[in-house]
């Protein structure tokens, strides 16, 4: 998995994207938003060195997943890599039974 970051100015929200190879099942997506929020709960009580404070549902358009996230005093690095670790697994897991189960491509970490 490809793994891009825009710099940015150093704000409380954080923009991020996966792109899928092929539009995947909503079963999968489903999956992935369960991940995204289950970082941000753990990052909202405080696992990152600070509180992560308001996750945007993550939302499909086309190939696409978005979400943004406010920061807060949450530790950026920690909460990024974190993040990144559990995509990886999340793109190589057997552990989820899902029909057609297809790959993440790539990370957008800040505004494509």
């Known amino acids: 998995m490809k793994v891009s970051i825009t710099e940015s100015e150093m704000g409380c929200d954080q923009c991020f994207s996966v792109t899928w190879c092929t539009e995947p099942p909503n079963d999968e997506v489903d999956e992935f938003k369960k991940l995204i ?14 509180h992560l404070h308001y996750l945007d549902d993550p939302k499909m ?14 530790d950026y690095d920690e909460a990024v890599e974190a993040l990144k670790t559990i995509i990886e697994d999340f ?3 057997d552990a989820v039974d899902v029909p057609g189960w297809v790959e ?9």
């Open 104 to 112: 993440i491509e790539s990370l957008q970490i800040g505004e494509e």
């Open 91 to 93: 793109n190589t897991s």
């Open 61 to 74: 358009d086309g190939m696409v997943t978005r979400w943004s996230v406010d920061m807060g005093s949450a």
């Open 37 to 50: 929020n289950g970082w941000f709960l753990v990052g909202m009580h405080g696992l990152f060195g600070g």
